[in-house]
């Protein structure tokens, strides 16, 4: 960082007069990785140079700008969104406010079935313009990568459809889009009381498709008593495999169902909501590649009382992460910014560890490299915030801080 020999001769970037969230702990040895009265510099779309800004180079640079003493963070990244839908399922809101069970409105053909049906009459370009609103309101927030999954079409029409929505989104926007194959969510009416037919579907006909159109980037599913069984999730993830496609799971949302230690075996990425999550598997994670995330937006939303096991994960240093999980019908809540709060409120995280949720550890969820972090060499992709304490990221909702971002070195105008 500071070697001369290794400097450019030239800066893209600079910016000046901020006090930096690295989230690299191990290197700078504060909370937040904080270096307080910092500049960091940028070339070529990655972080050339960062530290005190008294030890900034002579170096010359085409931009420089002054961030006015305010906190600047990498980007935020939302590792879990079912951003790609339509319709709309306020109805089922209100049922639950009157005492039905989210199970038992999915058994009623609610739940992620109306919105199957949406997404399926729906056009490509109604589904890319009302993505199109959801990508803007989470980039204004600070987001600048973002997972999609498929899994509201059920058929392999509807899931090429979606995902090349969210390939779409990609070409539309600067925001890294991570596309992830949801297929395995639920079983569609064609294959009610076959949900063994209807893996064998998605392995033989959509999943082929979809490597065929390089639409997907790992691929998911739902395990759960009221979705499959860790059985039927591992045919779906061997067949991934095959196509070398990392794997990741909806895992112990509702009850203990083994699916985190499948994922675990199958060194998946990450398995998500694990509210139910064992003491075992804890210990079992602690040893693994895969990644816990935790999704406080549907904990939030379903009322829901079993809290994931945090004590546990934190003394064991498992990384955390937190997606928004924003989706029509368990989490309708099209806010990162929100999740931290929730996360800090109904979690009982730190702040501190919220952020991770949303950076260093996001990325490792969604198996990427060089972002994430403050660090040399990573990309860059920063959050201006106007703010005095980084816990402010969590502790206020409702008024937004964020006075800039970039993308790459790019300044994103939201």
Same mark, same amino acid.
């Not at 089922?92 to 039905?100: A, D, S, V, W």
């Given at each position: 960082?500071?070697?001369?020999?290794?400097?450019?001769?030239?800066?893209?970037?600079?910016? &000046?007069?901020?006090?930096?969230?690295?989230?690299?702990?191990?290197?700078?040895?504060?909370? $937040?990785?904080?270096?307080?009265?910092?500049?960091?510099?940028?070339? %070529?779309?990655?972080?050339?140079?960062?530290?005190?800004?008294?030890?900034?180079?002579?170096?010359?640079?085409?931009?420089?700008?002054?961030?006015?003493?305010?906190?600047?963070?990498?980007?935020?990244?939302?590792?879990?969104?079912?951003?790609?839908?339509?319709?709309?399922?306020?109805?089922?809101?209100?049922?639950?406010?009157?005492?039905?069970? $989210?199970?038992?409105?999915?058994?009623?053909?609610?739940?992620?079935?109306?919105?199957?049906?949406?997404?399926?009459?729906?056009?490509?370009?109604?589904?890319?313009?009302?993505?199109?609103?959801?990508?803007?309101?989470?980039?204004?927030?600070?987001v600048t990568c973002i997972e999609i999954k498929s899994g509201y079409g059920l058929n392999t029409e509807t899931e090429i459809?979606?995902?090349?929505?969210?390939?779409?989104?990609?070409?539309?926007? +600067?925001?890294?889009?991570?596309?992830?194959?949801?297929?395995?969510?639920?079983?569609?009416?064609?294959?009610?009381?076959?949900p063994d037919g209807y893996i064998d579907y998605l392995i033989t006909d959509t999943l082929p498709a979809l490597v065929e159109?390089?639409?997907? #980037?790992?691929?998911?599913?739902?395990?759960? %008593?009221?979705?499959?069984?860790?059985?039927?999730?591992?045919?779906?993830? #061997?067949?991934?495999?095959?196509? %070398?496609?990392?794997?990741?799971?909806?895992?112990?949302?509702l009850s203990d169902s083994g699916g985190t230690g499948l994922v675990i075996d199958m060194e998946g990425l990450s398995a998500?909501?694990?509210?139910?999550?064992?003491?075992?598997?804890?210990?079992?994670?602690?040893?693994?590649?895969?990644?816990?995330?935790?999704?406080?937006?549907?904990?939030?939303?379903?009322?829901?009382?079993?809290? +994931?096991?945090?004590?546990?994960?934190?003394?064991?240093?498992?990384?955390?992460?937190?997606?928004? #999980?924003?989706?029509?019908?368990?989490?309708?809540?099209?806010?990162?910014?929100?999740?931290?709060?929730?996360?800090?409120?109904?979690?009982?995280?730190?702040?501190?560890?919220?952020?991770?949720?949303?950076?260093?550890?996001?990325?490792?969820?969604?198996?990427?490299? &060089?972002?994430?972090?403050?660090?040399?060499? $990573?990309?860059?992709?920063?959050?201006?915030? #106007?703010?005095?304490?980084?816990?402010?990221?969590?502790?206020?909702?409702?008024? %937004? +801080?964020?006075?800039?971002?970039?993308?790459?070195?790019?300044?994103?105008?939201?």
């Open positions: 960082m500071k070697n001369s020999e290794a400097l450019p001769q030239t800066f893209d970037l600079v910016i &000046k007069n901020v006090h930096l969230l690295t989230m690299d702990k191990k290197t700078h040895h504060q909370a $937040y990785g904080l270096i307080n009265d910092a500049a960091i510099a940028v070339l %070529n779309g990655e972080i050339s140079w960062l530290g005190q800004a008294t030890d900034l180079p002579d170096i010359p640079c085409k931009n420089v700008v002054d961030g006015q003493g305010q906190f600047l963070s990498p980007g935020l990244i939302d590792c879990h969104t079912h951003l790609v839908f339509a319709g709309s399922r306020a109805d089922e809101f209100e049922k639950r406010l009157n005492g039905m069970s $989210y199970k038992e409105i999915a058994e009623q053909g609610g739940g992620i079935l109306s919105t199957v049906n949406a997404t399926r009459e729906a056009s490509f370009d109604e589904l890319l313009a009302l993505a199109e609103t959801r990508v803007n309101t989470l980039m204004k927030e600070g459809k979606m995902l090349k929505v969210a390939q779409a989104l990609e070409q539309s926007f +600067p925001v890294e889009i991570r596309r992830t194959f949801l297929g395995a969510h639920a079983v569609p009416p064609e294959f009610k009381n076959d159109q390089d639409l997907v #980037d790992a691929v998911d599913g739902f395990c759960e %008593n009221i979705g499959f069984s860790t059985e039927q999730i591992k045919k779906l993830f #061997d067949a991934a495999k095959k196509y %070398n496609l990392p794997v990741k799971l909806h895992a112990e949302q998500d909501h694990v509210e139910y999550l064992s003491e075992k598997d804890c210990i079992k994670l602690s040893h693994s590649v895969t990644i816990p995330v935790l999704l406080p937006g549907a904990f939030h939303s379903l009322s829901e009382t079993q809290l +994931p096991p945090i004590k546990i994960l934190r003394e064991l240093n498992v990384p955390m992460a937190i997606g928004s #999980d924003y989706n029509p019908g368990s989490s309708p809540l099209c806010s990162l910014k929100l999740m931290l709060s929730l996360a800090c409120t109904h979690f009982k995280l730190t702040p501190e560890e919220s952020l991770l949720g949303v950076t260093c550890n996001a990325a490792k969820a969604l198996g990427l490299d &060089k972002v994430g972090a403050l660090k040399v060499g $990573y990309r860059a992709d920063f959050c201006l915030w #106007d703010i005095k304490h980084p816990a402010e990221l969590s502790y206020t909702f409702g008024i %937004n +801080p964020l006075t800039r971002m970039w993308i790459r070195g790019q300044t994103c105008f939201l």
